[in-house]
Structure formats: C-alpha cells, structure tokens
C-alpha cells in the first residue's frame, strides 16, 4: 500500500500531532507516513514528542521574518518539498496562512478546529460556545480553503455542555474527542488525495 508522505505543522502542545503520530505507528494500513513535524516556536512541546517518536521535528521560527508572511511561509514550502511531503495535517498551528500557501497546497492539506463548525471560527471557540447556551459543541476536520476555518468539512465529532461548564473543563472534554477524530479524517483525506492522484 503507498502510504502519503505526512508532514504536521505545530505550535504548542502537540497532542493532536502526537495523536496522528500514534495512529500511523499502530496501523500498518494507516494511509499516511509521518516524515517531518514542523513548528513556528523553537520552543513547541511537540516537537520534544516527535523527536522522542523517532519523527523529524524541526522548527521554523516566525518571527525572524518579521512582517513578512510570504518570506516565512517560503522558507516553510521549501522544507516541506524538501521532505517530500504529500500531505500536510494542520494541528493547533496558530499562523494565518496566506493565499499563496493555500493555494499552493489546495486539496492536500488538513486542519482541526475545536468547534462545530461553522460555528465559531477563529479563537475562543469553547467559551463562545458556552456564552451562546449551546448544548454541545465539538470539533472539526476540514480541508484548508483561503477563508480562515471555512474549507470543506471531512468530519466532525460533537461532545455535549455541561451546566456550569468553564471553557478548560469543556476545552478538556473535547480534546479526547480531537485525538479520536483527526486520524480517522485524515484516513479520509489520503483516500480523496489518492484517488485524485490515480485519476490524473
Ligand atoms: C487543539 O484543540 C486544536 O483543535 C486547536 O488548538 C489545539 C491544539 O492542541 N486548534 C485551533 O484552535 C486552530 N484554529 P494540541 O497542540 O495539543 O494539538
């Protein structure tokens, strides 16, 4: 079976990425081989996971390009084309990427967000969730489009609200559900990457 070349860009924390990197590892059939974990902080947690997990983990520091987007995501493109990389899994990597970025990763690149989407794009999407009266909230898998959290959904997992619900306790009970869902969407992903692929 040809396993797609999986990059993940990070962070923080990493336990999504340390997720898919589980997933890989205890499935001989899992359709995507992990070959570089990428971060834009030196100083990510999960890279330290990665490395312990035999992963390359190499960090891409942002700020040294200032202002400049496009200089950063450049240097990002060409290290990813560098490992090969056919597939990227966004998981909680905090940059907004630029229309070039996407554009050049269109139909190969995947994200999870801690919501239902649509609802509640962007940050604060737990407390937001609780602020409205909503009984459940959850996460969401998607293909990576130019608007911010707004490509196309793979698949979601929902987990309910809870009276007196804080944004940590419902931020702690939707995690588990992320690390159950994002392997099996990125499943998803690789099959419609690969049929494209054998269809020309
Ligand atoms: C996760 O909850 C992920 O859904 C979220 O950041 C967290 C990262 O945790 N992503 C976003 O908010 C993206 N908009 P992790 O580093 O432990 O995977």
Redesign the pocket.
């Known amino acids: 079976m040809t396993r797609l070349k999986l990059a993940i860009l ?10 898919l990197l589980k997933a890989a590892a205890s499935d001989p059939e899992f359709p995507a081989e992990p070959v570089l974990v990428l971060s834009n902080k030196p100083d ?3 890279l330290k996971i990665a490395e312990a997990m035999g992963v390359a983990a190499v960090a891409i520091d942002h700020r040294t390009f200032g202002k400049d987007r496009e200089a950063f995501e450049f240097h990002v493109d060409a290290t990813l084309r560098g490992s090969g990389v056919e597939v990227i899994a ?5 940059r907004v990427l630029t229309p070039w970025f996407v554009k050049r990763w269109e139909g190969r690149m995947i ?4 919501s239902l989407l649509p609802k509640y ?3 604060d ?1 737990h407390q937001r969730a609780i602020d409205a009266g909503d009984t459940e909230a959850g ?1 969401s898998v998607h293909w990576v489009s130019a608007g ?2 707004e490509g196309e959904i793979i698949a979601q997992a929902s987990v309910p609200i809870l009276p007196g619900d804080t944004s940590d306790a419902l ?1 702690a009970r ?2 588990p559900a ?1 690390h159950k869902l994002y392997p099996e969407a990125l499943k998803i992903a690789c099959k419609t990457i690969t049929e494209k692929l054998a269809h020309g």
């Open positions: 990070i962070s923080g924390r990493g336990s999504n990425m340390e997720a990510a947690h999960g966004l998981a909680g990597f905090m994200n999870i967000h801690p794009k962007g940050l999407t996460c911010v959290d931020a939707t995690l992320e």
